[in-house]
C-alpha cells in the first residue's frame, strides 16, 4: 500500500497544478496542444523553483499523471467537452519520456 499512497501523492500535486492551470475549462475541452503548452509552462516553473531541469523520471511523472487522469475519465465516458459532447483523450498525442532501465 505504501507505493500507492506514494504515487498518489506525486499524482496530485501534477493534477492541482494542471487543474489551477486548466481555470475554468473542462479536461475535455483541452486540447493536446495545449497539454504541451502546460507541460513547458510547468518545465520552465520548475527551472524557476530548482534551478535546473526536470529529470526525465519526473517529467515521464508527470506526463504519466496526466495520462492516467485523462484514462480514467475517457474509460468512464466522463470526458466531454462543454456541450457534453465526448472528446478525444488529448494525452494519446503527448509522447511519453523515454527512461533507459537500469540494469
Avoid at 504541451?36 to 517529467?59: C, H, I, N, P
Wanted: glycine fraction near 6%; aromatic fraction near 12%.
Amino acid at each position: 500500500m505504501r507505493g500507492q499512497a506514494a504515487t498518489a501523492t506525486k499524482y496530485q500535486t501534477t493534477l492541482d497544478q494542471f487543474v489551477i492551470w486548466a481555470g475554468d475549462r473542462l479536461p475535455g475541452d483541452i486540447s493536446s496542444f495545449e497539454v504541451e503548452s502546460f507541460l513547458a509552462d510547468w518545465q520552465e516553473r520548475f527551472v524557476v523553483r530548482y534551478g535546473k531541469q526536470s529529470s526525465r523520471d519526473t517529467k515521464r511523472n508527470t506526463i504519466t499523471a496526466l495520462r492516467s487522469f485523462y484514462g480514467y475519465l475517457d474509460r468512464f465516458d466522463w470526458l466531454v467537452d462543454a456541450s457534453g459532447r465526448p472528446s478525444r483523450n488529448p494525452m494519446l498525442m503527448i509522447d511519453p519520456v523515454k527512461v533507459p532501465r537500469r540494469s
